[in-house]
C-alpha cells in the first residue's frame, strides 16, 4: 500500500503561480513505479497532466508544456507540480498517482482543489 498526500492547492489569480506537493509514504519510484498528476474539472474526464519516472524522464499535457514542471525528491519521497502562468480553465482538483509496473498496484491521493480567478 502506498499513502498520498497532496497539499498546496489554492485560489490564485490568472497568470500567479502555486506549487503543489505529493507525500508518499514510502519510496516513490519502487517497482518501477511512475509519479504523476491528475485533473480533474467539474463535469469532465480526469486527465493526465504531468508524469515523471524514476530515469527523470517526464511527459506533460500539451496544455501544460511550458507553464508546468513536475520533479521529484526521492529522499523525501516526494513529488512536485511547479504551476506558472495558471489560467481559469487550469481550475480542477488536482490528484497525485503512483502507478506501479507489473500490476503492483494504482494509488491516488485524496486530491488538491486549485482554482484560477479571470
Known amino acids: 500500500q502506498v499513502r498520498l498526500v497532496e497539499s498546496g492547492g489554492g485560489l490564485v489569480q490568472a497568470g500567479g503561480s502555486l506549487r503543489l506537493s505529493c507525500a508518499a509514504s514510502?519510496?516513490?519510484?519502487?517497482?518501477?513505479?511512475?509519479m504523476g498528476w491528475y485533473r480533474q474539472a467539474p463535469g469532465k474526464q480526469r486527465e493526465m497532466v504531468a508524469v515523471?519516472?524514476?530515469?527523470?524522464?517526464?511527459n506533460y499535457a500539451d496544455s501544460v508544456k511550458g507553464r508546468f514542471a513536475i520533479s521529484s525528491d526521492s529522499g523525501k519521497n516526494t513529488v512536485y507540480l511547479q504551476m506558472n502562468n495558471l489560467k481559469p480553465n487550469d481550475t480542477a482538483v488536482y490528484y497525485c498517482?503512483?502507478?506501479?509496473?507489473w500490476g503492483l498496484g494504482d494509488y491516488w491521493g485524496q486530491g488538491t482543489q486549485v482554482t484560477v480567478s479571470s
Open positions: 498517482n503512483c502507478r506501479r509496473q
Open positions: 514510502t519510496s516513490i519510484f519502487a517497482f518501477n513505479a511512475a
Open positions: 515523471i519516472r524514476s530515469g527523470g524522464s517526464t
